[in-house]
């Protein structure tokens, strides 16, 4: 076995994974475990990390590279934010160092996107990003599916621009704390495919957000949709809609939007892959781990810049 | 006193009013409760209704008209709809009689609008608007604010067309169950009604709604937004959407939108009537209780149906 050179944790909300890998980027150990920055800032951040770098036998003079919500005000160590354009560089040296440890903990910013209108904001994305774009690839159109889906495009290592949508935590949220939800018991499903078709073709059209979404309910009322397919319907309607601003979005910025990469390999990702289908883009599935893969990047570079330092 | 005529009631979802009523349209008693459909269901319909009776000291043989969600499917005894456009008469008609009780009671049918993408369905709605515009008024756009707020046109006395928005419940799901509503504890209110129009105005702009909502927590992380003002910002936001997508429905129709009537007279309403400003579309408040002064109208042709049966 090779020796580890430093330590990678991606620290969501409520997720938390860490990897210890070696010089030329591979991942000799894993840990995996729902200690995400609502657990860890109750329990303790050093407390949660240290246990997880026991776990994996990691010598003490290990550097840990951090990416995430950790990084986030509410988190560990505030990190900030670096406006877009960002490139890696920027990234990288606007990463905090956590006080008070004899371990080398650096924390990642997020990126911040300044509008007239909203700011929008990514934290840990944009790891993911970095991870799963070559940095000398061209445009690249990507989506990262999730509680707060991120659309982003990315030219040579850079985030040139992304936007955000709320669309997973929508749907938690419409399916069980709104009348949506209120399904016969046992209904069972029918087709659920169909229905998450028929939604995906829902979200696509033109009409206003809370007058469409409440076909879930009128559909069904009305016999023309089985109430187990509800649930299916109601996905499918969520990421069409999402689809389809997230195209207009990408017009607008000068991108055709005819092809997108999709980072993500679980469950969610391959509704991603046949939305995208339904709506006539061509997707390409993301490497898996790409948040382990852009640790990876930017550690490289991070070893470069200590040198110098 | 004079001698009561007939009982109207207003079953709704969560909520139950009676009025007991002469044969003038004078409103001898009233009771208030929250025995809505989900709570009568576990209940019993006809104990609920008949606690209420005997308190107003409603003589036995006095019939009983109901509107709302008594007659859904999952209620007491299901009304059906009457599909647009509905003229008062159809609602009569198809008006379901209560089995095995002594009284007359008459629950009255929802309206549904058939939509090549999805139906549409109102329930108690219908009889606020015939309460609100008078029967000889001609071409008038209504708006009900609610859970599932109704905009209708009603033209003579019927119910040309109108489209459902699920803002009330939306703005509690995202308040109550997403990261929109996770605010510092104790932040104080800065500026709600600025707040509220500044939400109203991001609810009229073109984004995707799932995007531009995400602005309740970006403008607060930015700074741009004190986090005790988010929730007006919401209700801002979601209002001012409603506002838009339904002016894009009203013109689609025929409908200038130049000027709306709002049905309510509560803190919801009052919104509405702040938001339509903003708006720029001249509001004009609707009568207090309109559902009574709806089922006065259907009593009195009731009346005379009955006379002719």
Not at 176 to 190: Q, S
């Given at each position: 076995m090779t020796e580890p050179a430093y330590v990678a944790v991606d620290w969501g909300t409520s997720s938390f994974r860490l990897w210890l890998i070696d010089r030329a980027g591979k991942v000799l150990a894993e840990r995996r475990s729902d200690e995400g920055m609502l657990a860890a800032a109750k329990a303790g951040f050093a407390g949660v990390l240290q246990s997880h770098l026991t776990a994996v036998e990691a010598p003490a003079q290990l550097p840990v590279l951090v990416c995430g919500m950790?990084?986030?005000?509410?988190?560990?160590v505030e990190a900030g934010y670096v406006d877009t354009p960002a490139p890696l560089s920027a990234v990288l040296k606007q990463a905090a160092l956590v006080p008070g440890e004899t371990r080398d903990i650096r924390i990642l910013p997020g990126i911040a996107q300044r509008d007239t209108r909203a700011p929008d904001v990514m934290r840990g994305e944009e790891t993911q990003l970095l991870g799963a774009v070559a940095a000398d690839a061209p445009r690249t159109l990507v989506v990262l599916p999730g509680t707060h889906s991120k659309w982003a495009r990315v030219e040579h290592g850079m985030v040139l621009d992304f936007t955000t949508f709320m669309t997973g935590e929508m749907y938690d949220a419409l399916l069980?704390?709104?009348?949506?939800?209120?399904?016969?018991?046992?209904?069972?499903?029918?087709d659920g495919t169909a229905a998450f078709s028929r939604g995906v073709l829902r979200g696509l059209g033109a009409g206003g957000f809370t007058h469409d979404v409440f076909g879930a309910r009128t559909l069904m009322l009305m016999g023309e949709l089985p109430a187990g397919d509800v649930p299916e319907w109601l996905s499918g309607f969520v990421i069409g809609r999402e689809i389809r601003n997230a195209r207009t979005w990408a017009q607008h910025a000068g991108d055709d939007a005819s092809r997108v990469l999709v980072v993500g390999s679980d469950a969610l990702a391959k509704r991603y892959l046949t939305a995208l289908e339904v709506s006539e883009i061509a997707a390409t599935p993301g490497p898996v781990d790409a948040a382990a893969a852009g640790l990876f990047r930017i550690a490289l570079a991070a070893g470069k810049l200590r040198h110098h330092a």
């Open positions: 950790a990084g986030a005000k509410t988190g560990w069980g704390h709104t009348i949506l939800g209120r399904l016969p018991a046992g209904a069972p499903a029918v």
